[in-house]
Nanobody, 122 residues
Framework: QVQLVESGGGLVQAGGSLRLSCAAS????????MGWFRQAPGKEREFVAA????????NYSDSVKGRFTISRDNAKNTVYLQMNSLKPEDTARYYC???????????????WGQGTQVTVSS
């Protein structure tokens, strides 16, 4: 059974940092693209960042580029999202996702995690 388990969310002041983790289990993810998405109350789920399980190919949404960094530890089967210079508008539930594809999007995900809440106070 495939599981994506997020952790690391919490409450932080604007300008602060958090690191989210996504522990993946249940299958081999070497051919998958891993991503982070977020959803704020009353808004649609949106793409944040993605990384290939093999190689260094990453991409980011314009709203987080230069502030967030996605990375992975293959030995631990874990994907991370380092979030710096956080803003109140980053407040959302953050979801880890996996797609058996070279691309990942809200409509192109095979597995979702349960999410972790990030709240940024002003």
């Amino acid at each position: 059974q495939v599981q994506l388990v997020e952790s690391g969310g919490g409450l932080v002041q604007a300008g602060g940092s958090l690191r989210l983790s996504c522990a993946a289990s249940g299958r081999t993810f070497s051919s998958y693209r891993m991503g982070w998405f977020r959803q704020a109350p009353g808004k649609e789920r949106e793409f944040v960042a993605a990384i290939a399980w093999i190689g260094d190919n990453t991409n980011y949404s314009d709203s987080v580029k230069g502030r967030f960094t996605i990375s992975r530890d293959n030995a631990k089967n874990t994907v991370y999202l380092q979030m710096n210079s956080l803003k109140p508008e980053d407040t959302a539930r953050y979801y880890c996702a996996a797609a058996a594809s070279r691309t990942i999007s809200v409509s192109r995900v095979d597995y979702w995690g349960q999410g972790t809440q990030v709240t940024v106070s002003s």
